[in-house]
């Protein structure tokens, strides 16, 4: 089972933002604290700050005496700043971890709530292994046309990798609540064939019925907003300890943003919602992806099924609370 406390990656940023913190409660300046201490790169201390960089913990006793900081703030940073080196350790925890999903591993460590997109994709916490070694054997066709010499590890291993930080859903009582909407495209005949899609289809049923897991499908012809239009995938982590700061992952295809920057964040928050609100409620989800899963054939693709009023999308789900808000 993934771990439930935070990554490494997480643990450098809250470090960095705790040092931040102090530095400035100490009314020092970057370029001070670098000539204090005597480093001899000037980009070090921004590194450090912004979670960067593996950090040294000699260097961070140096900067906790020159910040002044008390004994309760040297043993909790100090704690914090061997969680933040400590990558082997936290990778035992995941054997078959591959350097590609590592980064997202590490976000989904520690989350108290998960909230994902995708327009032509299922996430990768939701695939079946048939349905993800497509996603990985295709992309790595792309890699190895363009020359890359890094085309990455062997299919079967990111397989593996996948499935691994897939078990945080069923983990038990610490397990995140998690929150998807699949467009309809991602399970039509062009993401893979009748038998993969039908298994797809059928494991999306059993998570669906999950307590912490919660599928909307947005039909392809749903109006989202006024006409708005996602531009791409994305996700968005908050962390068990509010102190941690939320997380936004932007899926590009071929490279991944991650961002913390509050204004940003908010943003793809008000859109989740009225992706939320326009697509099909939990239950009208689940009759959606029974019906389809006994639907698919070699001649036919997952029908176009509507439940509930087209009129008045916002009355079709019993959504609950404004993410902004929480």
Not at 95 to 117: D, H, K, N, W
Not at 133 to 148: K, M, Y
Request: proline share 7%; charged share 25%; hydrophobic share 35%.
């Amino acid at each position: 089972m993934p771990p439930a406390s935070p990554g490494p990656i997480l643990r450098r940023r809250r470090l960095g933002t705790e040092l931040r913190r102090l530095r400035e409660a100490a009314g020092l300046t970057g370029e001070q604290v670098i000539d204090r201490i005597g480093w001899a790169s000037a980009s070090k201390l921004s590194r450090l700050e912004n979670g960067r960089s593996r950090p040294d913990p000699q260097d961070v006793r140096d900067l906790l005496s020159l910040y002044g900081a008390d004994e309760a703030s040297h043993a909790e940073l100090l704690g914090m700043t061997q969680e933040a080196g400590d990558i082997r350790g936290w990778l035992r925890n995941f054997p078959v971890m591959t350097q590609q999903q590592r980064a997202f591993a590490e976000l989904e460590a520690g989350c108290a709530e998960i909230s994902e997109y995708n327009p032509v994709l299922v996430p990768g916490l939701l695939q079946t292994p048939g349905y993800a070694h497509l996603r990985i054997a295709s992309a790595r066709q792309v890699a190895e046309g363009a020359g890359d010499p890094e085309a990455g590890e062997d299919t079967r291993t990111e397989v593996r990798a996948r499935q691994a930080r897939q078990s945080l859903l069923t983990r038990g009582a610490d397990a995140p609540r998690y929150t998807a909407v699949l467009e309809e495209a991602a399970l039509g005949r062009r993401a893979g064939p009748p038998e993969a899609l039908r298994d797809q289809l059928r494991h999306l049923c059993e998570l669906a019925e999950l307590p912490n897991v919660t599928l909307h499908v947005l039909p392809r012809d749903t109006q989202i907003n006024q006409f708005y239009l996602p531009p791409t995938a994305f996700s968005v982590y908050r962390f068990a300890d509010p102190l941690d700061p939320e997380t936004l992952a932007i899926e590009g295809g071929f490279t991944d943003v991650m961002s913390t920057e509050v204004n940003t964040l908010n943003r793809y928050k008000v859109v989740f919602e009225w992706l939320c609100t326009a697509a099909l409620s939990a239950s009208d989800t689940l009759s959606w992806l029974n019906e389809s899963s006994g639907r698919v054939s070699d001649v036919a693709a997952p029908p176009t099924a509507t439940y509930g009023s087209a009129t008045a999308p916002a009355q079709r789900r019993g959504h609950t609370g404004r993410l902004t808000e929480r």
